[in-house]
């Protein structure tokens, strides 16, 4: 079933150019530009902690103190698995009334290098686990603040961290603005590539801003399965298998005793089987090419731990011919309790077809599956490759000038995206030509950065009191 069809995410279709821009400036008397800029957290706030106290509930009990373990960290750390509760927050905020596909997770780090299938180096967004049809503000909402959390661990000052969140948003908003005016189908087609972010970092940053990019670039295409297999594997009996590394790696023969192993691995064939019936026809005949030699449980990331995350080393022509896939668990999104549930039965296919619509391309293996587990518990996933030439960014090692380069980026990508799916015109006419909602959006990212260090000192103090478990392990 279908989830909301894109002609339904806009807010008159076929409408003119002419009508759709009038919808655009009428919704800015509904709810000025101006009055994005403020966050105020209400007197009846949910527990932040017990928000995430809910999603630990469904998740694998022994990895749940790992999670706390990397929320504590740091702000910025919280802050990448607090999307459920800066949903929450966002829902109290004000909206335009415009939807388009959300990421739904669109802090700075979930935009990377990614590989095209035609094997170009892209930038894009790489996260969609939370992705539903909302109000396309709270992306540039939660993209904003993630700027400002992380200028903030850098030391940068009120001016810089302004400076940073304006030349995002204001790159959003232009970029609007322009897919407002594009074809439809040259719309669909636009693209950055790491051609054109060498081009991009000529006219904005110094020399060795660009040699970083340069390397940064090169390293993200050594990023693939041979490389996986390097890292991850070892030689047990002449085969190569699933080097165990635990607890953030662990080979299934680890985990269970040999009956329920033997059925889990039955269940995972079946898993690769049954999941190539949602890639074309010529991406099954390639996946049918390579066989399951081993499974791991692997922990990934911060907000994600704790779901079950599977690889699954794959081998084609001989035992040098590698393939790592990953089977990542699909819940809920955090925004369906705000925006409605997905009409899209399996959390997976939410998850995959969110990520096709608003990436410019995707992963050739993307996909999805619902599994019966051994518990006796139906789980949804969607898989994908483990690693395709992806690259990174690293605030840490960010000045100001090569961050607000990075944000503008981020926001020319984030507006292709909702481009594709949200009615393009009335938000570039709503946006306008003025700064605006840039302005408001550096008032709201400052603010919500507060509550951000509010919420994470609550997580410090739950952890120094016994509510909560925490075990500090590096990040994978």
Same mark, same amino acid.
């Given at each position: ?131 539903? $049809?909302? $109000? ?120 269970? $005793? ?219």
């Amino acid at each position: 079933m279908p989830q909301k069809s894109t002609t339904a995410l806009r807010s008159a279709p076929h409408a003119t150019p002419e009508e759709r821009a009038s919808l655009g400036k009428e919704a800015r008397r509904r709810s000025p530009r101006s009055g994005h800029a403020v966050y105020e957290p209400p007197p009846d706030r949910p527990d932040p902690l017990k928000i995430l106290e809910a999603q630990s509930a469904t998740r694998v009990p022994e990895l749940v103190p790992i999670r706390y373990g990397r929320m504590m960290e740091s702000p910025f750390r919280f802050y990448r698995g607090a999307a459920a509760i800066m949903a929450s927050d966002l829902a109290a905020t004000p909206r335009s009334g415009f939807t388009a596909q959300l990421c739904g997770d669109a802090h700075m780090l979930n935009f990377r290098l990614l590989a095209s299938p035609e094997r170009q180096l892209m930038f894009d967004i790489n996260d969609f686990d939370e992705t539903l $049809p909302g $109000p396309w503000e709270w992306d540039v909402k939660r993209l904003s603040a993630s700027f400002v959390i992380a200028a903030r661990a850098n030391g940068f000052d009120d001016t810089e961290r302004a400076r940073i969140v304006r030349r995002t948003v204001r790159s959003y908003r232009e970029a609007m603005i322009r897919f407002a005016g594009m074809r439809t189908i040259d719309v669909w087609y636009a693209k950055i590539d790491a051609e054109r972010l060498e081009l991009l970092a000529t006219d904005r940053l110094h020399k060795r801003g660009r040699k970083n990019l340069t390397r940064a670039i090169e390293k993200a295409r050594g990023r693939d399965s041979l490389q996986a297999f390097d890292r991850l594997t070892e030689t047990v009996h002449g085969r190569p298998m699933i080097a165990a590394d635990p607890p953030l790696l662990v080979p299934v023969a680890d985990l269970l $005793p040999d009956v329920e192993r033997h059925a889990l691995e039955r269940q995972f064939r079946g898993l690769i089987e049954r999941y190539g019936s949602t890639l074309s026809s010529d991406r099954r005949t390639l996946l049918s090419d390579y066989r399951l030699a081993d499974v791991a449980r692997k922990v990934v990331g911060v907000g994600s731990v704790g779901t079950r995350c599977w690889i699954f080393l794959l081998l084609g022509r001989d035992d040098q011919d590698p393939l790592f896939l990953q089977a990542k668990e699909a819940d809920t999104s955090v925004l369906a309790a705000h925006v409605g549930a997905s009409t899209y039965r399996n959390q997976g296919e939410r998850v995959v077809s969110g990520q096709r619509l608003m990436q410019a391309t995707s992963d050739i293996f993307l996909g999805w599956e619902r599994v019966d587990g051994i518990d006796g518990r139906k789980r949804d996933f969607y898989v994908r490759q483990l690693r395709d030439w992806k690259g990174i960014a690293l605030p840490e090692t960010m000045n100001p000038r090569r961050m607000r380069a990075f944000g503008e980026v981020c926001g020319v990508t984030l507006a292709r995206a909702h481009a594709r799916s949200g009615d393009r015109i009335a938000i570039a006419a709503y946006l306008g030509s003025g700064d605006s909602f840039d302005r408001a959006l550096a008032t709201f990212a400052e603010a919500y950065a507060d509550q951000n260090e509010r919420d994470h000192q609550a997580l410090v103090d739950a952890v120094a009191a016994g509510r909560l478990p925490a075990e500090e392990l590096p990040t994978s």
